[in-house]
């Protein structure tokens, strides 16, 4: 099985195959969701300290805020991430 990591940002990364959903946080039912993670444990930050732009849900339970916008998370997962399109013009 190929082992596929995306990178959320500040060097975190997490397996592609395990992410169920990328939303943004602004609605009350993802507000919710993320504070039913905050007081079970389920919850991890990866955010540094910044505004969090993107949660990610994973199979496992846990949810994962993250500083960089969903679309882009998305790109990085189909592989049209900005940076890799521009590596493709380079070469």
Known sequence: MDMKFINIGFGNVVSAHRVISIVAPESAPIKRIVQEAR???????????RRTRS?????????????????TIVGRITGKDDASKAEDEDT
Request: hydrophobic share 45%.
């Open 39 to 49: 007081e079970t444990g389920d919850l991890i930050d990866a955010t540094y300290g």
């Open 55 to 71: 949660v990610l849900v994973m199979d496992s339970g846990h949810v994962i805020l993250s500083a960089v916008q969903p679309e």
